[in-house]
Antibody
Framework: QVHLQESGPGLVKPSETLSLTCAVS????????WSWVRQPPGKGLEWIGE???????NYNPSLKSRVTTLVDRSNNQFSLRLTSVTAADTAVYYC????????????WGQGTLVIVSS | QSALTQPASVSGSPGQSISISCTGT?????????VSWYQQYPGKPPKLMIF???NRPSGVSNRFSGSKSGNTASLTISGLQAEDEAEYYC????????????FGAGTKVTVL
């Protein structure tokens, strides 16, 4: 398991872009899928999307038009961009990982709360 | 509305066994063995408890076990302890052109 740590603004204005970064430590990014999962306050978990260390991506169809994930192998980190945010995007955002071929998230970041408000 | 159906709450007395069900469809739970269970305390990230429906990661108590039959997976906690009081989420891998991973709405386990 690796250690994951999210970072980014805790407050984003409506219609603007949410940008988060997840730093990976304690292991290589190779052979892993790197995901983003969010949890609105008091609600359940929603998978946003993932990126492989090679750059291949998969996204939740409900968010696909607004989501971009990037991987920065030289700095051992990956990022999330969510455009045109609304109050419905207010949530704790987690980065998580799973080994290729193993469809379970075995490492999670601590999570970062992002509030969408003017 | 979550893709997987879980009971909102389950309770039990210390020492008892409880089970949490997770019902999906043949496109997720029934179609793959990739069902996972996560434990979450308030303000904390989820922790993996069961993967591939029945496997326990190293370090997880053997009081936690998983099973699957058809479109329904289950998590059983035996010898219930106060520290087991938490929210539990099931998750399943699904097919391409849907969210690759779907979650249940969560089950609050209360130790009486």
């Amino acid at each position: 398991q690796v250690h994951l740590q999210e970072s980014g603004p805790g407050l984003v204005k409506p219609s603007e872009t949410l940008s988060l970064t997840c730093a990976v430590s304690g292991g290589s990014m190779r052979s892993y899928w790197w995901s983003w999962v969010r949890q609105p306050p008091g609600k359940g978990l929603e998978w946003i999307g993932e990126i492989y260390y090679s750059g291949r991506t998969n996204y939740n169809p409900s968010l696909k038009s607004r989501v971009t994930t990037l991987v920065d192998r030289s700095n051992n980190q990956f990022s999330l961009r969510l455009t045109s945010v609304t109050a419905a995007d207010t949530a704790v955002y987690y980065c998580a990982s799973h080994m290729a071929g193993v469809n379970t998230f075995d490492s999670w970041g601590q999570g970062t709360l992002v509030i969408v408000s003017s | 509305q979550s893709a997987l159906t879980q009971p909102a709450s389950v309770s039990g007395s210390p020492g008892q066994s409880i089970s949490i069900s997770c019902t999906g469809t043949s496109s997720d739970v029934g179609g793959y063995n990739s069902v996972s269970w996560y434990q979450q305390y308030p303000g904390k990230p989820p922790k993996l408890m069961i993967f591939d429906a029945t496997n326990r990661p190293s370090g997880v108590s053997n009081r936690f076990s998983g099973s699957k039959s058809g479109n329904t997976a289950s998590l059983t906690i035996s010898g219930l302890q106060a520290e087991d009081e938490a929210e539990y989420y099931c998750s399943s891998y699904t097919s391409i052109n849907t969210p690759l991973y779907v979650f249940g709405a969560g089950t609050k386990v209360t130790v009486l």
